[in-house]
């Protein structure tokens, strides 16, 4: 029976002979290039399941069943409706320990009450908002302000300490309740000072001054004629590509001349940066391109008489394609609207096909501050050191998070990534939102953990209400980064 | 190593896995709950010595039955020998071809011994065994590849009629296959026959050397395989309509002889998009969500 090259496999008593490349009869173990290793270990549930669902032991050793169907360590446990306890330094209201892969890890949860919060939103959209530093309202009230200009984006930043505690009374609540709202996935309506009122739902399209935004550009507007360029040579004399922020031109920009394509004696209005790209060819708006210009032809000037010719086809499109006119110059050199010719539609219908949906994403920004960090270990400092040194883990109802460089755990987290409802509120006003930190048992009594809260998981369930949850696939899973459980290899 | 065995209920609560080795097992018992807790025990405790007893006698079980053949003494290994034993004589079976099923009629028989059930399912990888009390009933889904679980129709399973299992075999599932049948479902009066049959009669749905099919010896693949010389398909190249006519003429011929002599009760063989029904009351009806996320069969 032994062969060459097969190896055999010791991990149940069928004891398969295995060929290099192959799998044993369970689908779990194979021969990679003749050493032993396990595949994916969730595949074959995964398939049963059809999705990452977390299981349950059952019948676990002596232990009797008791109709409860939750258990470890393939279940963790989020922060979402721990408590906390704010403001006194006590030990935070869960301390779990489970064993993964033999290793003993203890999950320390808590609600955090953030008063330095807020949210990051990013609203996939060409059209102005505003400007830049005005302040963003809701329900009237002074929410945050508009941030950066982003590729095809505006960033909003809403909340922080400044509103939560610094205006008035009802500044505070409304600015508590449009971040809670806004992070538990729930749409808000706001305006911006001088521009736009937008209603922002995170994982939808933002709709702004009552129109649905459908796609985000393609590129700019000189970033579409390099693209596009080729596709358009030939077929018409010359494009502009109507841009708030950077207009291409064909015939004058580095694409253009590199196809040959000549000059169409156009004149833009607007400040010209390099060849074929201009700034400011209007005011900024919600018609094309993100500018105020309803009717294209007005950021043209004459064409000039010795370079233009009769007959001369222009194209002038918006960075999505949702905007679009043909024209043709007459005996006077007048640009006269015609039907957009089939071999140009063609063009146009794919800056449409390559602008992504437009979304609204948010990201909820906090920093876990003393009392938190307290709740955790007698010695806080050492918590931060701890996050630094990559040996404790934070999630954010068990969704993973970015950890800010430098002083303090300063995180941000993508709200879609969490359970539904994650987040709370207290009066004060403050944002109420989980937080895990995951460490090894040992590492956890080095930093001057609570050991003697610190309980097994199996033992926290049955008469503390919680509600069960199934993992989200495109998470790693909190114990254990490197695998996702509804991966497979 | 006891701690081998895994059992769990799975996230709904309802229903039962429970994996060794090579066996996943998704079971679930209705009834009083006290009679279902006291099924799903019965279960665990057959399970957990179950792979043992098996690879116990593993040496006798991959040997092709004959009369000379010794009698293994498990009882899942006796459930494998009895269902290939009628199809010994005409052609090369080892009682491997019926483990699946017979892994999942033993769970079922533990399980009705210990409690009072009005009907259970135990699912193993897709060989599945039923209990029924009078006037229940079960909507098995059916799929036409194994390795993509989209439903093309459910059959009602009634207590009246005598199928208690249910079993799928072709060259693209789990184990391998001499034939070129992409599935062939098989509805038989237990679980243990109707993957025997199906492992058969997939076998029977084939163009003997035909250029397409590529083929490969089982030895050369998994060096203890119980089929050791025999060739496996491991790919199916264009085939005409008429190749997939006569490939399907072949499996249902054989298999309306296994209808006859009462090996089985019906069966769906499907190779290329085409299906072919042998027997009653197997009927594809269309479901509605052909997407089918849910285990094979539900209730």
Redesign the interface.
């Known amino acids: 029976?032994?062969?060459d090259d097969?190896i055999r496999c010791d991990?149940?008593?069928?004891?398969?002979?295995?060929?290099p490349g192959?799998l044993?009869?369970?689908?779990r173990y194979g021969n990679r290039d003749g050493q032993l290793v396990r595949v994916d270990p969730h595949v074959?549930?995964d398939?049963?399941?059809?999705?990452g669902?977390?299981?349950?032991?059952?019948?676990d050793r002596e232990q009797e069943?008791d109709?409860n169907?939750v258990?470890a360590p393939k279940a963790f446990v989020t922060a979402i409706g721990a408590g906390t306890t704010y403001p006194d330094y006590k030990p935070a209201p869960f301390i779990i320990s489970s064993e993964v892969e033999g290793v003993d890890m203890v999950t320390v949860v808590t609600e955090g009450i953030f008063s330095y919060c807020g949210v990051k939103v990013k609203i996939d959209t060409d059209r102005h908002l505003g400007p830049e530093r005005n302040l963003v309202r809701a329900q009237g009230e002074a929410v945050g302000h508009v941030t950066t200009s982003e590729y095809g984006s505006q960033m909003l930043s809403l909340g922080g300490v400044r509103h939560l505690t610094g205006g008035s009374r009802r500044e505070g609540t409304v600015t508590c309740d449009t971040l809670l709202n806004l992070c538990n996935g729930k749409a808000v309506e706001l305006e911006v000072e001088e521009g736009a009122s937008v209603v922002v739902q995170a994982g939808k399209p933002p709709i702004i001054d009552e129109v649905l935004e459908e796609r985000m550009r393609v590129g700019c507007g000189s970033a579409t004629i390099g693209m596009f360029a080729k596709q358009w040579f030939g077929k018409v004399d010359e494009v502009v590509v109507v841009d708030d922020h950077i207009t291409g031109v064909l015939s004058e920009h580095q694409a253009g001349k590199l196809l040959g394509v000549p000059e169409t004696g156009i004149k833009i209005k607007g400040r010209r940066s390099t060849p074929g790209r201009y700034f400011q060819v209007a005011e900024p708006g919600t018609a094309w391109g993100g500018t105020n210009i309803e009717d294209p032809l007005a950021i043209l000037q004459p064409f000039k008489s010795k370079i233009a010719w009769p007959g001369l086809r222009l194209l002038m499109v918006s960075t999505t394609g949702e905007h679009h006119a043909y024209f043709e110059l007459d005996e006077t050199l007048r640009p006269v609207r015609k039907d957009l010719p089939a071999t140009l539609s063609e063009s146009v219908a794919r800056i449409k096909e390559n602008c992504e949906p437009a979304l609204c994403t948010v990201l909820f920004m906090g920093g876990a501050g003393g009392s938190l960090r307290a709740g955790v270990t007698e010695n806080p400092v050492r918590l931060t050191h701890s996050v630094r040194d990559a040996l404790t883990r934070v999630t954010c109802g068990g969704a993973p998070v970015y950890i800010w460089p430098g002083g303090g755990i300063t995180f941000m987290v993508d709200v879609s990534r969490m359970p539904e409802n994650a987040f709370g509120y207290v009066p004060t006003p403050a944002l109420v939102a989980p937080i895990e930190f995951t460490l090894k048992l040992e590492d956890y009594a080095d930093l001057g953990g609570y050991m003697d809260h610190v309980r097994a998981l199996s033992s926290i369930m049955p008469d503390e209400g919680h509600r069960?949850v199934?993992a989200r696939p495109e998470n790693p899973w909190p114990l254990f980064p490197a695998k996702t459980p509804g991966a497979r290899s | 190593m006891k701690e081998r065995a895994q059992i769990q209920l799975l996230p709904d609560g309802r229903r039962l896995y429970l994996h060794d080795g090579p066996i996943d097992v998704i079971l679930e018992a209705f009834g009083a709950s006290s009679e279902v807790r006291a099924a799903y025990e019965a279960a665990g405790r057959r399970f957990v010595s179950l792979l043992d007893e098996l690879c116990a006698e593993l040496a006798i079980l991959r040997q092709p039955v004959t009369r000379e053949s010794a009698r293994p003494a498990g009882t899942v290994a006796q459930r494998m020998v009895a269902a290939v034993t009628p199809y010994a004589a005409r052609s090369f079976i080892t009682p491997m071809a019926a483990v699946a099923g017979a892994v999942a009629e033993e769970l079922l028989a533990a399980m009705t011994r210990a409690a009072l059930l009005k009907r259970t399912y135990v699912n193993d990888g897709g060989d599945i065994a039923l209990h029924l009390e009078p006037g229940q009933q079960f909507v098995a889904g059916m799929i036409d590849r194994p390795d993509r679980a989209s439903l093309f129709g459910t059959a009602v399973l009634e207590a009246s009629q005598p199928v208690r299992g249910i079993a799928t075999s072709g060259w693209r599932g789990r184990s391998f296959s001499l034939g070129i049948a992409d599935a062939v479902t098989v509805l038989a009066d237990g679980a243990a026959t109707a993957d025997a049959a199906a492992t058969m009669i997939a076998n029977a749905v084939d163009l003997p050397g035909h250029p397409a099919v590529f083929r490969v010896r089982a030895r050369e693949l998994a060096p203890d395989n119980d089929l050791g010389d025999h060739l496996v398909t491991q790919g199916v190249g264009d085939l005409t309509a008429q190749e997939i006519g006569a490939a399907l003429d072949s499996g249902e011929a054989f298999a309306r002889t296994l209808l006859q002599e009462g090996l089985m009760r019906a069966a769906a063989l499907h190779l290329r998009g085409e299906t072919r029904i042998v027997g009653l009351p197997l009927q594809a009806n269309p479901v509605e969500n052909p997407a089918g996320d849910r285990s094979l069969t539900d209730a």
Not at chain 1, 24 to 27: F, I, K, P, S
Not at chain 1, 47 to 51: D, H, T
């Open positions: 029976m032994p062969d097969a991990a149940c008593p069928v004891l398969c002979y295995i060929k192959r044993g009869a369970c689908d074959v549930l398939r049963a399941l059809a999705r669902a977390s299981v349950v032991p059952f019948l069943w109709g169907i258990g069960h199934t």
